[in-house]
Structure formats: C-alpha cells, structure tokens
C-alpha cells in the first residue's frame, strides 16, 4: 500500500487546464480564452474509516490549510503525527486552498489517502476521491503536472545575420537552456518552427527578451530553430531540455512504402507533441484544449497508445463544471462531440467508473442544449453560439443539418450512456430517432441523393461537410449512404474539404466504406506532400499549390499556422483502423475484430493496441500473419470468420486482403 | 475624471471572502468553514467605447495577464502604450488570472477604467464592472483590501512569570510589532482578550511560535493583552497596528446615566472592531461572515455609521454565485435573512441599480428554498439542511415554525424587490399571503394566544424564539401581537432567551411595541452588567451568574468565548431608533419620522444617520430639540405630527416624549 496525493475528483484537471490555458502567447501578448473556465472547489473535505491492527500514528499534509479531525474529536493542524489506538479509527479532513488545488496526502504506516476516501465541496453529497498513481510521493504536489525532461543539443549551429541560428533538427516542445551568457547583455531568442519564422524578427511568432543573468533556462515553447541575434551569441552555450509526457507508442505500422512509413512515423511524433496535460490542438498556436480537436485525438489515441488516463482528463476538463452557461468552448457542435466522446471512450475502455462520475455533468450540459433548441426542436444560433462545423463555406442559415445529426448522435449516446450508469434511457434513443426523421423529412434530397446543409434558406447547397456528418454520425441508413458517396463524397464537382480536420472525418468515412486505395493516395500525396517540403512534424494545413512562406501563414499572421497540429496525426488511426484492420466490437475491446486490407500496397505490418492489449498483424506475399495477447479476437476475411487464440499466432495463406 | 481598478462586479467581495476566511485560526489549527465557498470568474472580458476629442495613449495594466483588442483589431499586450486618433473607439480587455482576482486599469489622459466599462464571464451576458473608489492608484491593486493602520502602544507593561505581560488597555485587532529581539531566540507569543487568556498558555487561544529575526511584524489578531514568557522578553520593544477601515460614526448617543452612555460607546467600538472587509461575527472567533449575525449588523449600522458599502459587500459575499446546493452558511434560516436583507438594505439606502445586480442570484436562491419544501410546501430539514434558529431549546420536529415564519417574510420581500426592478412580483405576494394563512391554521393555539414551535411533535411546545419571530416577520395580526406580547414575552414561566443574537430580535419586538423601560433595564443590566466586569468591547454572550474565567469559556474552550462580538452592539440601534425614535418611512430615507422616547431616562440627545444624512434630537426638562439636513422628516408626538423643515431646529416644549 502506497498512499497518493488526494483531491475534489475531477477538480485536478479543471485546475491544470487554468494553468495550461493562461500559457498561450502570440508575439508579445498572452492570449486567454475567450470562453468561460470552470473552476476547483476551494474548500473541501475529505473522510476515511480504517482498521487499525495496531496503534500508530498518521499525519496530513496539504496544499492549502485546514485541519484534522480524528474520531469525531480533537482538531489536528496539518503536518502533526496524530496518535491512534488499535482499533476502527475515523478521519475528517478539511482543506482549504484559496489560490491552487486543495489536496492531502497522509504519512502513516497504517492508514493511505487514495480514491477510497471520500471528498465532498461541503455541500451534502460526497464523492470518491480523485487520486493518481504519478503522485506518490509527498514531496511532489498534485499542483505540480509531472513532466519528464531529456536534454536535447542543436543539430546544427550557424552564424546567421547578426547572431547564431540553433537547428534542434525536428520539431520539439522543450525549456532552451542558454549558458555562458554576458551578463547585463539584452538579449531577444527567437524561436521558429521554420528557418524562416526563427529569423524574420519582425513577424517570428515566439520570442523572449533575456537580460541580466548568466545563464537562463527559458519556459518550454515549440520550436525546431533557435535564433539568437547578437554579436556575443558565438559563445553562448545552448541546448533545450524536451518537456513530455512518458507515453508508450503500442501502435505501429510499416508497409514497403517508405514515405507513408515516414508519414506514419511524423503523425506518431506529431501525436506525442500534443499529448501533454491534455489533448492539445497544435504546440506553438493555440496550446488551448478545443472538444472538436480532442474528439479527433480520443480516436488517434486508441491507435498509438490507447492511454485511457489522457482521454479521461481532456474529457474532464473539458466538461468543466454546470451550470452551462455556454457550449463547450462555445461551440455548439464541440459540446455534442463532447457527449459522444465520453460514450466513444466507454466503449474503448469499458470504464463504466468514469462515466459514473461524469454522468451528471453531461446530463446538465446535454439538458443545457436541448433548453437552447427552437420551436421545431432544432439547433440554431442563440446568443453566444458559434455554430462552427468548420472553416468552409457551408450554409448555416436557420437550423443546419450537420448540428441536427450531431445532436441525433449525442443523443443516441445519451441513451447509451444511462444503460452504462444501470439506468433507463429509452426515452433518449427515442428522441433521437424521432429527430433523425425530422432531419431526413427536412433536410434529405431524393432527387439528388444527399442532404442540404440548410432547409431554412432556400439556397438548398449540398457541401461535403453536412453529408460526411450524416455518415459519420449513422443519421444516413445504408442506402444513403450509398448514395452520398456516390452523389457527394466522389462527385467532383463538389467542392473538395480544405482542412485536415474535416479531412480525417471524410477519409474515416470513405475507408469505413472501403475505398481505401483513395486514402492511400491521400496519405501519399497529402501527408507525403509536407514530409517532401521537409515537415518533421504533421502541419495544422497544408495546400500543396502555395509556396515556400506561404505554407507558414494564417490567420492573417505570417508565421500564424501551426506546424505541428494533432488533427494532422490521423494516418495513425486510418492505417490502424482500416488496413491492419483491427477494431473493437463491444466496450473494453473485450471482443474485437481484424479484418486487414493492403489499401493497394504490398505488404503491411503493424500493431494495434486494444485496451491493455494489442494485436499485431502482418501480411506479404499472400501470407497473413495475426498474433493478440487479448481473448475475443476474430479476424474476418472476406466471409470467413476466424477465432483468435490469445497468444498465439494465427497464420492464413494463401490470401488477399 | 479618475481611473478606478475594475473587476467583475461581485468578483471582488468573493475573492477577499476566501481570504478572509482562510485566517481563522484555534490554537494551532487553520478552521476553513464547513460550506461550498464561491470562486471568481478566472478569465474575463471589458468592454467600452470612448470618444477622443485628441490624439492620445492610453495603456491597460492587470492583476493577471491577457490583451487588450484597440478598435476590434491589433492584440497589445498589458502596460504597452496604445496610440489612437481623434474620434471614437472602441477598446476590449481580456484578462485571466489563475490564481487571483481578474482585474483591469486604464492609465491614459482620455479614457478611464470605471462602472461604466462592461464586463462579461466570457459568456454573451455583460453587466456593469465592479469598482470602488478605494482603488484608484495603480499600485494598489484590488487583491489588497485597503486597510488603515494606526500605531497602538501598551498601557501597562509588566513582569509575570517567566516574561512580560503588555496590556494595550482595550480589545483590538492589530498587528503585533516585536523589536529589539535576541535573534534566534525562540519565543511564544500568546494573545488575550483578557489577561488571563493571555497568561494562561495551555489554553490560550491565539499564540505564535517566532524565531530567527531581531524584528517581527506578526499578522493581525484580536487582543488587549500579550504575554511573551521569555527571560528576554523584558528588553523586547512592543507596540501593534491597529487594523481597521475608516468608518465614521454618524450616530451618537448621551443621557443622563454615564453607564448607558458608556454601553453606547462600547457597542459603538465593538461594532468598529467587527465591521471590517465584511460584517464579521467575532474579531477573536470565528471571524467568518454569518448571514444571520449579518441580517443584525445591516440593522446596527444603520444607526451608527449608515455605510451602504459594507452592507453591499457582504450581500455580495453571502449571496455567492448559483447554482445553489446548500443554504447560505448551510443553514435554512439564514438564506431567509439574507434575501430579507437584501429588500432591507434596500429600504434603507434605495439603491435599486445594486437590487438589479443581484435580483438573478436572489431568485436561484429562494427557488433552491422553495424547490426543498415538503409536500405541504413547509420548510424541512433535508440533507445537508441546518435548522439553526438559535442555540436554544427550541422543538424543531418536522417543519418548525420560526421556517415558515422566515420564508414568509422572504416571500414578501421578493414581490416588494420585483417591484425595484420594475417587475411584477404578485405571485410572490400571493404566495407569502396563503403561507401565512396556513401558519396560521397550524401552528397558532387559540386557547393559548401563542405559536406553538411545531405542529408535527406533538409536544405543543409554546417558546419565545417562535414568537419573537412571529412578531419580527408580520406574520401575527395586530391581535396576535397584543397576545403575544402578554402570553409569551411578559410571561416569566416561560424560558428566557439566553443569547444576545435573539435577546436583540426580542428587545427589537418589545421596543417595537413601546415596552422601553424593559429595554432600559436590559441596558443597564444585561450590557452594563458587562462593563462592570472590566469589558471594553460587547461579549457574545454574558450570564450574570457565571464567576471568573467562567465569563471566558464557550464551545468547550476555556477562552472559546468571543469578547468582541457584533450582535452584541444593537443598543446602538435601539437607542437611535426608539429613544431618538428615528426611522426611515420609505425607501432611501426619502421620508421619516422621529419619534422620541426617553424610556424612562430624564435627558437623552443624540444623532441618527439617514442615508447621507442626519437627524439630531435633544430631549431634556421638557424642552425637546429636533435639527435635520433631509428633507422629508415628520416629528411625531403622540397624536401630533409635525413637519421637520432642512437645516432648521425645531423645538417643542413642554413636552413629555
């Protein structure tokens, strides 16, 4: 037994997220959110029963101050030895942290804080504690978030201008160490994500006037190049230390493709940048925790690590605290990803615990946008909305389609949801199915096979984006479906999706369709396209027509694009999903299924991870290969369905998947 | 034109509530409170558009960091001078702070941060900033409550056991400033109300363990007596710094009996010494903000200095921020007296903009109330319910009467604040009406011309809380009253009332009802019986039986009891409201009468504040003396009422008030 620091569950991740979010800068200005932030409980308490075997002695430290209450009795101040007989003890603490996280932790031979205690905000209803297993040790407090650092050196070091320029040789996320200074010299480090942004002073995104030490050991930015413009900068002493979080890459891919393994390989580290506190959009802009970029890394997670811990405290703070006031980062579509990503996560993880805990605070948010429809019980903008879908020309008058299905899948998962909690929620599947008849009734074209983004403005567009979500949501049955690939998704004359984000969904759909030659040539010449132009890791947008520092501009800012942006990491999970093939076909992975498909190329091989397992699948010269640790494997082929045996190899040749 | 710092309108008395409430102190224990405690709003956005006749700068400073959008364009960053043209423009602040209280100055020669700046949580609805004119010098930001400090020396030094004992000749609250100290000598420093609290070290209540420095400035704490056992402590250098807000008495009281004018003068400093940040209790213990000894303070205030601003900020603190999951301190009553006090603190300052601020918080609060009651709509105990009423034997089996009682006149206050807001508040009225009826019905015995305490015991006990407050919320008729006062309060078989909190309500009552001689006596008694034990501010409670330190001791704590406590000053409101007989008649003190009354006293003279103004009354041998600078006022005498005209004496005389 091990004690663990302890707190207000849930508040751990609300209270990094205030940190994390007050870190985002842009030139000289730090930038906050502009949504509203939930907040930690400031005074809680905590409560613990324990058996004795023998007398002993517990003490309490805290962040914050409070005090000890031992058998209902004699109030103890934090950090005194508490003496207790042998016997049933009970143990009341209050805490109190007006300015950081409240949380204990208990010295003892005997007794151990963990989740087993109970934590109430002092109002009547208590909760299991939060607890996790990085906090161990009383001297690291749960305020700290516990990074690990590995020294990294410049790759290259040049004279360039007036100073040095530092290439660390790919993009990383790291504190710039810089010795051997002149004191009292100013001087400003530029930090770039290219060659370009480092030394074009003027318009460099990240930088840091230093001045007056010998040494500095900078706050971790992204970067790839360093740029330092002063005459003593030749013997300056510089390397960085790489900020991260230790998560182990289970998944994996080769084929004899070398550029998609590069691919593979970049969208992989890509994913490791932006996988810290929490899913983040991109390291150098915005560093915020948007629900419509993490949606997207729940699924490229369960394909790299399958770290449920990650997934559990983006999805936490993403939910803040009710009342809801507002959508998920103001969003209306975000807030609905939300919901659907806490039942994505039940089922990757079987983690019926966490949807416990979670379920009142979706329910109050899904209540929060159910209060908001209109008169036909169909999303529209109410003040304060942002209606986003995407960055794309889509048609939003009125009520738009693609809100209407997110709200159909939510809502199924709403349902899902309360059967996890032990609960009925019939009446949620049935508002669903009502609405998805609303919105074929509304909004479906028979005459043209597809839906229209808006019913309400006569305009009757169809766009990608709307008819990707009707795929993607399950609003479209199967014969639509069809359809929208046909009369949508490879109609050219339909305007291609400009954004990776947009971009994953549709690919994910087409490939859930089987049209997975055509997400092979994407990820050639899409993801290959940047790793060509010399990417190290995975951009935020790539158009191939643009031109040198055209590819580094946005939002109006000429170094303003994210070069490392987790929505571009999707071949992870493409490649995982759809050509190893492997998927899980009930919660927890307890059952699963492969069905491999080359997608075109010769020879593929790879792992999967599955919730504490994996599989591993290899397929060349007609020989297929499948090995799992886990039971409840089946590998399809074709018509045929092949148990699984856990540790062993499953050999199948000839074939042609 | 000044700039002010602006904040969150609200954000500013909850952020130094948590501070507050952090220093509670017992022994060698940190008491956080036992309720759900409000938090600010992390990250919020200002808004104003300014018109400049020319060019000029402005530049945004902040307790926090973020940026500041000039004309809808170009981000700067805090302290940066912005230049702007000739015209009109428009400026928007974002600023976030973790870890403190979010707030914003405008330091420029054109345009200047104050209420009328906009302010939003980051969600669409934006209200009016919260300023104060406290703060308007940069470097005094609003994280500081502005405090006045004047240095204090001991009257009396002298030898006692192993060290010095300092006695500063009265109760005050101040830092202690220890010079000329051996460093590296350890010390104790034990704090007293009185000196034998202070010598009596295993019991004292406030101590200090100093070490390692020649000075020490310790953290303010209430005391008249220090004592340092320390063989080095006779070359120490002691003095302290009284901590205290600069609030002026506008009231005043003098008759012919020094010990009553002594009471005056005493409850006059006592409720110096507890009006600070907030309304506080105690200055010794708990020095936390009660909504119930608050409801009693708005009352004295009043009569002695009539500073709207304190009562504002302890609303504001008390009321917090929806949802709500637990009555106000976790107790029924006192969430009754705080939406009472809100319509009260109207009535006497007839500030509607601040009614307007709060309307929406007061509602969720009395719908939290409302949405609890049982199934005959009667205030219950529910989880997490505390019925207080008083430390009293009173019969609180099922719904009590003094609930209903409360929520009654709550009831009534809701319609008359819908009305301040210019809306319809009937229902509320209805409401209060048919609840009043069924009090009626079901807790009044006929045959015994009382309120029984409940209906659902059995018991059918008759007792003064109940009664008291059936006078003191309206709910009895003016018959009921008149049996009332005769059946209960004049009835000597039934248990007196042994706490100042609802001795006050009760005096409040007979007063009411003309019984002041009653008054006088308690006065002399009850009050006096304080002084002539030494007293030098109003105790919590004073049992004229008790001997010795027996006067010390409360809660299990040989110096648990609070000498300094604020309920204990309402002689100041009861000699300023039925003796000078000075009150408000509407709202704002817009009209009033003075109806003086001596109560048994041969002379009285004395000033009552009106909300910006006063009313002097001087009765001696006949002759009365009326002067005022309101208009409104009307003296009543008897049958006979005369108009008081501004800024004129009028005399009457004889007269026999």
Known sequence: MQSKWIWYRGDYEIYHGLLLHSRRREFDVNIPPFWCQPTVYPTVSFTKTFEAKTEGYVKIIACGDGFVRFDGDKKYPMGKDIFFSEGTHRIDVTVNNPNGLPCIYAVSDTVYTDRSWMVSDNTSTAINAGDNPAYTDPASTPENFPFSYRRIMPVSIKSSGDGMLYDFGFETFAELMIENAVENVAMTVYFGESAEEATDMKDTYLYEHIEGMMSYRLSARAFRYVYIPDKTAASLKVCAYYEYIPLEDIGSFECEDKLINDVWKTCAYTFHLCSREFFLDGIKRDRWVWSGDAYQSYMINDYLFHNNEITRRTITLLLGKPPYKQHIN???????????????????????????????????????????????????????????????????????????????????????????????????????????ERIDRDFWRADRGAYVDSADSGLEKVGRHTNVLALMTGTADEEKKKLIIENVLKNEDIPHITTPYFGFYELDALCECGELDYATEQIRSYWGGMLKLGATSIWEQYLPHEKGTEHYAMYGMKYGRSLCHAWGAGPVYLLGRYYLGVKATSAGAETFEVRPHTGGLDKIMGTVPLNGGYVYVEYENGRLKVYTDKTGGTLILGNKKLALKKDENLIVEPVNP
């Open 330 to 436: 103001s969003i209306n579509d975000y807030s609905m990803y939300l919901i659907c990503g806490v039942y994505d996560y039940y089922f990757s993880s079987g983690d019926a615990d966490f949807v416990k805990f979670v379920m009142p605070r979706v329910k109050e948010l899904y209540d929060f946008a159910i209060s908001r429809l209109d008169e036909r019980g169909y999303v529209v903008q109410r003040p304060g909305d942002w209606i986003f879908i995407d960055w794309a020309d889509i048609d939003k008058a009125g009520a738009s389609a693609g809100e209407q299905m997110l709200l159909y899948k939510a809502s199924r998962a709403m349902s899902r949801l309360y059967a996890v909690c032990g609960k009925n929620g019939s009446e949620y599947e049935a508002y669903a199915e009502n609405l998805r």
